[in-house]
């Protein structure tokens, strides 16, 4: 059923494609992070909370249409349903059903819930992709409440060292998760990009904490001892090392590693991702029973010769998605 062309991931009876990478006539998109969702597309079908963010980020005017967790719909005699992969808001995975066979595009997902996504649900199938990201052993996430316990522990030792503190993270997921986690521990500054996709988030009912949009080249004396947010694109800028009294930390599942290079530009770093774990990945994996994995964008080499190792039978697959945490902002 599926075929991994140089345009993306082809449904072939269906006729279309599974976040197509290039220009095509119909794209199912997983999600809103710019490798998964990109410009160009004639038409476009997504969870409806992934409406707003494709339309911020790639154009008022687009074609688009968005569907429910479960709603299905029939594309060329293929029965196509959406399901929470627990990514970010309205990440999808995208099951297709042909003549009694299933195939499941998970996209990136998540198995940790994390109060703003829907929770990642299993799906039964014959053949799953799958994403493997964190797919090495040493990748073990610690549960949301410790990540953020961790994280207000650090900003209240910042308070008490006369510190701002600033967190680095991705516009689109990571940096609400971050709101969430530090809602009244001091007043919230976001830059703007990271404002523009809360409004995203807020038009279909998503409640944020309260924030303000901060202009790092003016607003930066305001900010005392308070929380500010940036994108990546920030994180070795001019502009960030103004901020009066800063500690900044980058929070990213990368930052499992200590040896990281990521630490030495930062003053602390939290392993906070929207991706699976080696457990979660390997949970997920376990759960669909199926008969054949595909694996795609990350530890590709390592994970599909560990799964062939216990008897799932998996094959690596080249594709061009890439990984948020690691790439510089596009908005």
Partial sequence: MLQFRQEGIYCIPGNFFIDPWQPVDFAVVTHGHADHARWGMKNYLCHHFTVPILKSRIGIDISVQGLSYHESIHINGVKVSLHPAGHIIGSAQIRMEYKGKVCVVSGDYKTQNDGLSAPFESIKCHEFVSESTFGLPIYHWLSVEQQNQHMQNWVLQNQTNGKTSVFIGYSLGKAQRIMKALVGIAPLHVHYSIAKLN???????????????????????????HIVIVPPALADSKVIHKIPHMANAICSGWMQVRGSRRWRSADAGFAISDHADWQGLLDVIKATEAEKVYITHGQTAVFTKYLNEIGILAEEVRTVFGNEEEELEKT
């Fill in 199 to 225: 409004q995203a988030y807020e038009s279909v009912g998503v409640k944020l904490p309260p924030y303000n949009i901060i202009n790092l080249q003016e607003d930066i004396k305001q900010v005392d001892t």
